[in-house]
């Protein structure tokens, strides 16, 4: 199983990722300096290519960035929660903007976040039918074998599980060796 969020911004720190003033500018400057178009596709041989670059960013300083129009400052938290929980998200900034122009910046640290808390002891039911659904999606996984192929349909509401017929992979063989673990999780 392939699991993937996206991050909207760090905050940065004195030390490690995130230099703050002139060196973090140095960074930025260094980073747009050794960019470049060329197409990494081409270099492999099933058109996947792994680019490093950067440097790592703790968790504990991932910030998730969300708007709002000053009509409407409301915010669902329980709309987020699963989101934020899962990413394992620190941050949670939430600007107002009035046709475009934001006015206001709401910075929130979700360790101590009253709003947040609130929504993580609501959703306390919801998570336990997730971790339920996931250790059945699990067991199915793992009666099929490495060779096995099944799809999760959600039809009408209603999560559907299906054998592939075709033994073929989403992902090239080769590809598929990159995640191969010695130890059954």
């Known amino acids: 199983m392939f699991v993937r969020f996206e991050v909207d911004a760090f905050i940065p720190t004195a030390t490690g990722s995130g230099t703050s003033g002139d060196a973090a500018m140095d960074n930025i400057i260094d980073s747009f300096g050794a960019a470049s178009l060329t197409s990494f596709a081409s270099q492999t041989e099933h058109g996947l290519a792994v680019q490093h670059g950067g440097s790592e960013i703790a968790s504990s300083q991932i910030v998730e960035l969300t708007t709002r129009t000053v009509r409407n400052k409301n915010q669902d938290w329980m709309e ?60 199915m996984v793992m009666a099929q074998g490495k060779e096995g192929r099944l799809s999760l349909i959600c039809d009408g509401g209603v999560l559907k599980v299906y054998e592939r017929e075709d033994e073929e992979g989403l992902l090239p063989e080769p590809v598929m060796r990159l995640f191969a673990r010695s130890e059954v999780l």
């Open 80 to 139: 987020h929660y699963c989101q934020l929980f899962f990413s394992q998200t620190a941050f949670h900034f939430l600007a107002f903007h009035d046709n475009g122009w934001f006015e206001q910046v709401e910075k929130r640290d979700l360790s101590s976040s009253e709003d947040f808390k609130r929504a993580e002891s609501s959703a306390q039911d919801h998570m336990k039918v997730l971790l339920n659904a996931l250790g059945i999606i699990r067991k």
